[in-house]
């Protein structure tokens, strides 16, 4: 087991699958062997993945595999590793599984299966989750955008995710931020100096790609450019909590990788779980909504599917909360929720728009710049994107219809809107 025996101890895996076979009710199962695997697909940017792997036996002729997904921060000698430590990502995620959701999801309700069960977690060092795959859910190309039927079961679930802030703010009487602040700071684009270069450097890869759009002239490219800059210099401001809208645990990160599907016989999607919660924040649930269509869909089904799709979000909020014997009404009414959705439609537009070239870059290039080159990810990170994102804008199809996608959605809004381009 060389490199990785150092994850976990012998003791740590001997409790975290006791703690699963009691919970199993398999008592008389006794421990064979464990393994832990490296999973080497780079299927997220902020931690180094690993199955644990178990085989337990109630006799020699009866033996059954458990698998734990067990995840730890970038490696000491990336640029990921540095960002992490700074800005709490990996601590946070351990606080959220170990403090905030036992309390607020009330755990032992059987519908949590929308998050893995944790096992351990040691806050700069090791997270253990229940295997997603192990119980029927996969993940989806992330290449293919979702469709209304992915689309529908994601908006029924974070429906019952956020609703657990409501229900958990109503009991208490008091905000899941001032409850937990210890785990509610900003981890994506914090207001300092180093997260500032991060998000200059997507600002100026984003305004790299105007040149590369189709029918945009030499005028048009130009505006758009200076509306883009004057747009986002108040983003990352707009990631703090709203004063004006009603804030919940947005997941903040909604992207295909980071949303595990369960499929019927006919490969129909009927459940859905949300993992990684490393950059989740306090906003208003249009937050969550607005960016995850940005981030998995294309302008088409948010042209035909949205006022469906906020709708099927909120009936099934007042269900959860109805479950709570609350009235979504009294807490949260339709209204309120139309409003916050116009309000943050343009953010989270730019949201999608600055996080999309990173999300979909081919497996070579990430793996390159993330685990394999991580030296040459420090430039691309806090310096310019641009020679990665425009390169992958020329060499991949798929990528190349998605930026264009994501962008001229915001230049035909701004010009519905009226914004001044000069």
Same mark, same amino acid.
């Given at each position: 087991?060389?490199?990785?025996?150092?994850?976990?101890?012998?003791?740590?895996?001997?409790?975290?699958?006791?703690?699963?076979?009691?919970?199993?009710?398999?008592?008389?199962?006794?421990?064979?062997?464990?393994?832990?695997?490296?999973?080497?697909?780079?299927?997220?940017?902020?931690?180094?993945?690993?199955?644990?792997?178990?085989?337990?036996?109630?006799?020699?002729?009866?033996?059954?595999?458990?698998?734990?997904?067990?995840?730890?921060?970038?490696?000491?000698?990336?640029?990921?590793?540095?960002?992490?430590?700074?800005?709490?990502?990996?601590?946070?995620?351990?606080?959220?599984?170990?403090?905030?959701?036992?309390?607020?999801?009330?755990?032992?309700?059987?519908?949590?299966?929308?998050?893995?069960?944790?096992?351990?977690?040691?806050?700069?060092?090791?997270?253990?989750?229940?295997?997603?795959?192990?119980?029927?859910?996969?993940?989806?190309?992330?290449?293919?955008?979702?469709?209304?039927?992915?689309?529908?079961?994601?908006?029924?679930?974070?429906?019952?995710?956020?609703?657990?802030?409501?229900?958990?703010?109503?009991?208490?009487?008091?905000?899941?931020?001032?409850?937990?602040?210890?785990?509610?700071?900003?981890?994506?684009?914090?207001?300092?100096?180093?997260?500032?270069?991060?998000?200059?450097?997507?600002?100026?890869?984003?305004?790299?790609?105007?040149?590369?759009?189709?029918?945009?002239?030499?005028?048009?490219?130009?505006?758009?450019?200076?509306?883009?800059?004057?747009?986002?210099?108040?983003?990352?401001?707009?990631?703090?909590?709203?004063?004006?809208?009603?804030?919940?645990?947005? *997941? =903040?990160? /909604?992207?295909?990788?980071?949303? !595990?599907? $369960?499929?019927? %016989?006919?490969? &129909?999607?009927?459940?859905?779980?949300?993992?990684?919660?490393?950059?989740?924040?306090?906003?208003?649930?249009?937050?969550?909504?607005?960016?995850?269509?940005?981030?998995?869909?294309?302008?088409?089904?948010?042209?035909?599917?949205?006022?469906?799709?906020?709708?099927?979000?909120?009936?099934?909020?007042?269900?959860?909360?109805?479950?709570?014997?609350?009235?979504?009404?009294?807490?949260?009414?339709?209204?309120?929720?139309?409003?916050?959705?116009?309000?943050?439609?343009?953010?989270?537009?730019? *949201? =999608?728009? /600055?996080?999309?070239?990173?999300? !979909?870059? $081919?497996?070579? %290039?990430?793996? &390159?710049?993330?685990?394999?080159?991580?030296?040459?990810?420090?430039?691309?990170?806090?310096?310019?994107?641009?020679?990665?994102?425009?390169?992958?804008?020329?060499?991949?199809?798929?990528?190349?219809?998605?930026?264009?996608?994501?962008?001229?959605?915001?230049?035909?809004?701004?010009?519905?809107?009226?914004?001044?381009?000069?």
């Amino acid at each position: 087991m060389c490199e990785v025996e150092k994850i976990l101890q012998d003791e740590q895996c001997f409790e975290i699958i006791r703690k699963k076979l009691q919970q199993e009710a398999m008592d008389d199962f006794s421990l064979i062997n464990y393994e832990i695997v490296p999973i080497n697909e780079v299927n997220g940017y902020m931690g180094q993945y690993f199955t644990l792997k178990a085989i337990v036996a109630k006799s020699p002729f009866e033996t059954k595999s458990i698998n734990f997904f067990t995840k730890i921060p970038p490696p000491i000698n990336s640029p990921m590793y540095d960002y992490s430590q700074l800005y709490g990502t990996f601590k946070k995620e351990v606080a959220l599984y170990t403090t905030v959701f036992p309390e607020m999801l009330n755990m032992n309700d059987l519908d949590k299966r929308y998050i893995p069960e944790c096992f351990l977690g040691i806050e700069n060092d090791v997270i253990v989750l229940e295997d997603m795959a192990h119980n029927g859910y996969t993940m989806t190309d992330k290449f293919t955008p979702f469709d209304f039927e992915h689309c529908e079961i994601l908006m029924k679930t974070l429906a019952k995710f956020h609703a657990k802030s409501f229900i958990f703010e109503q009991q208490y009487k008091k905000t899941l931020h001032d409850e937990f602040s210890h785990c509610m700071q900003e981890t994506l684009w914090p207001a300092d100096d180093r997260a500032k270069a991060m998000f200059d450097a997507s600002v100026k890869g984003i305004v790299s790609m105007i040149d590369l759009l189709p029918r945009l002239n030499d005028d048009q490219r130009s505006n758009f450019k200076e509306k883009i800059v004057k747009l986002c210099v108040d983003h990352m401001d707009k990631l703090s909590p709203s004063i004006k809208h009603k804030n919940v645990l947005c *997941h =903040g990160d /909604l992207w295909a990788n980071n949303i !595990l599907f $369960k499929y019927d %016989a006919d490969k &129909k999607p009927i459940e859905c779980c949300l993992i990684d919660f490393q950059l989740a924040r306090y906003n208003p649930p249009a937050h969550d909504i607005l960016c995850f269509l940005q981030f998995t869909t294309t302008r088409k089904l948010r042209e035909k599917h949205n006022e469906t799709l906020f709708r099927i979000y909120y009936d099934s909020m007042a269900i959860v909360m109805k479950e709570a014997d609350l009235n979504i009404s009294d807490i949260f009414s339709w209204d309120e929720f139309v409003e916050s959705i116009q309000d943050l439609r343009i953010m989270c537009i730019i *949201h =999608g728009i /600055l996080n999309t070239p990173i999300m !979909l870059l $081919k497996p070579e %290039a990430a793996s &390159k710049y993330f685990s394999e080159e991580p030296e040459h990810l420090e430039n691309i990170l806090y310096v310019d994107r641009t020679p990665l994102i425009c390169g992958q804008f020329k060499e991949v199809p798929e990528y190349r219809a998605r930026m264009i996608d994501g962008l001229l959605e915001l230049y035909d809004y701004i010009i519905d809107n009226n914004y001044t381009m000069q």
